[in-house]
């Protein structure tokens, strides 16, 4: 009876430290988890996708066995990147036309544009990149040149912002107008003239009336793929897609379906009628890729374009306000069919006017409802007036903004009015939270310029020495939050991602440098060292 009972004791004492089986184990790493402590950890388990254990690297060894071990190496690693605002699937796009990001003056835009046509033989040649304001000569391009240089092919190129359409006259052509023959009075939108001519510069809605060719579905296929390889590569798991349409959404949730496409998308749709009425009816869609709960919204246009919206005349063009993209009463009509609905409300809002109308808006849809988090998105020059209507609104922000417009924006608005731009810790005082992103392609996709302007405020040159506005910089537990649990919070996701946390996505990142200690010059050289999405390896420094 002694050696059963001996025996039966032994075998208890192996069972119980017998180890589980788990998927991946991740040891000898310096993880923020991101957690309401913001704690720290050194090892965690994933199982099934998921994080079943954080702690020691002792504590997770004893409890836990996988065939997939990583030592990081007192690395540091992050929960998976989020970037809240920014043109997934157009940026995708964007890799197959010309690209003309960093040009220095308009002789360096139209020689992109010949080499482009010499490589790709296109018929119509279409793109995105070019800013006046980083040109020698600050004023809008005018297109006789590009008559002259491409008299048959039609070219139609974005500003960076993508609230300003360069075109030349073979595009007018192939668009039913002509430097003389177009819409003289529209909303929301100006075609620039010069001695009643066409210049060839169209701001906003006035871009509606160019007719671009049709992008094939192995195009559209491609730049997502191309898309996605990049994200991974900066460490981003999740993308907020600013603006889609149906159809995109449902190619790429079809590739993620099949395993193509593993980036995680939360979707702002394109606020047309039709959509409004499709998807309010549809109800929201959910799967642990896509998430189509928010409409996105444009209340005005951009401040390098003058297009935004704003209380008073610009203070570098005397006598214009920028414009709404649509009528007051529109705006309140969206509202209303949204708030009526589950989903979310995401307006482009850049001046202080339109920033005070689409908040003022959305207090009268919401009423006292809580927790819609309906988001603003940019938040770029709010009257000092104002800033108390963000207390029920989420500020959807993009700090490399402040960065890129610092050298021009206070002439375009004036000192007291620059006040309240780009005010980002004024706006986390008044909400709790802020959600990041980088609006790319307007802006470069690195998450870690990002938090290298939320915290430094300075170009990658150094400049201002003292900063930008600093009163308004964040801390770097700030901008780590809002560049992952905040803004998971913004998609109603913060249950399943955004920290590292038992029962989570295992979404993560293992960085080659500590962004929250090594000296702020040394943040944009940050590299990702792995990118795991779900416990799987979607991407490895090489």
Not at 297 to 322: C, I, P, Q, T
Request: some cysteine.
């Amino acid at each position: 009876m002694k050696k059963l009972v001996y025996s039966l004791s032994i075998l208890l004492a192996f069972a119980s430290c017998k180890q589980e089986e788990v998927d991946l184990i991740v040891t000898n790493a310096n993880i923020y988890t991101v957690d309401d402590a913001f704690g720290k950890a050194e090892a965690f388990a994933v199982k099934d996708g998921k994080f079943v254990a954080v702690g020691s690297s002792d504590e997770i060894t004893k409890k836990y066995t996988a065939g997939n071990t990583v030592d990081a190496k007192g690395q540091t690693l992050v929960p998976g990147l989020i970037d809240a605002h920014c043109h997934f699937f157009r940026y995708g796009l964007q890799l197959q036309k010309v690209s003309l990001e960093g040009t220095k003056s308009y002789d360096e835009v139209l020689q992109k544009i010949s080499d482009f046509i010499d490589e790709k033989k296109v018929d119509y040649v279409t793109g995105r990149g070019w800013d006046q304001n980083d040109w020698e000569v600050k004023e809008f391009p005018t297109k006789e040149k590009l008559d002259k240089l491409f008299p048959r092919t039609p070219v139609a190129v974005k500003r960076v912002d993508g609230h300003a359409l360069l075109v030349n006259e073979a595009a007018l052509n192939y668009s039913g107008l002509s430097e003389t023959n177009f819409p003289k009075n529209i909303t929301g939108g100006e075609f620039i003239t010069k001695n009643g001519k066409l210049t060839g510069v169209l701001i906003d809605r006035a871009m509606d009336y160019i007719k671009m060719p049709n992008t094939s579905t192995k195009e559209a296929i491609s730049g997502l793929m191309d898309a996605q390889k990049i994200n991974f590569s900066y460490g981003l798991t999740t993308v907020d897609d600013a603006g889609l349409a149906r159809k995109e959404i449902e190619l790429m949730d079809s590739l993620q379906k099949t395993g193509d496409l593993k980036m995680r998308v939360y979707a702002m749709v394109s606020a047309s009628q039709e959509n409004l009425d499709y998807y309010t009816q549809k109800g929201i869609y959910k799967t642990d890729r896509m998430n189509v709960r928010s409409f996105k919204v444009y209340g005005d246009g951009a401040l390098g374009s003058r297009g935004a919206a704003m209380k008073k005349s610009y203070s570098d063009r005397e006598n214009h306000f920028g414009a709404l993209i649509y009528s007051p009463e529109r705006y309140q009509q969206i509202a209303k069919q949204i708030a009526a609905s589950d989903y979310q409300m995401n307006t482009h809002a850049i001046g202080d006017s339109a920033n005070y109308w689409v908040l003022k808006v959305y207090k009268d849809a919401l009423g006292d409802a809580k927790d819609r988090r309906w988001r603003n998105e940019h938040s770029q020059i709010v009257d000092m007036n104002d800033f108390e209507l963000f207390e029920n609104v989420i500020p959807s922000i993009q700090p490399t903004h402040a960065t890129s417009d610092m050298y021009w924006a206070g002439d375009r608005v004036g000192a007291d009015r620059i006040k309240g731009g780009y005010a980002y810790k004024k706006l986390l005082d008044t909400y709790g939270k802020v959600a990041l992103g980088t609006d790319y392609p307007v802006e470069k996709v690195s998450p870690f310029l990002t938090f290298y302007a939320a915290v430094v405020r300075k170009d990658l040159d150094g400049y201002p020495e003292s900063g930008y506005q600093m009163e308004n910089a964040l801390s770097r537990e700030e901008t780590l939050r809002g560049m992952t649990i905040w803004a998971a919070y913004s998609n109603f996701e913060e249950n399943e991602k955004g920290s590292i946390e038992v029962g989570k996505f295992a979404d993560f990142v293992i960085l080659d440098q500590n962004i929250m200690e090594v000296a702020g010059e040394k943040i944009p050289k940050t590299k990702a060292v792995a990118t795991y999405l779900n416990g799987e390896k979607v991407y490895e420094n090489d």
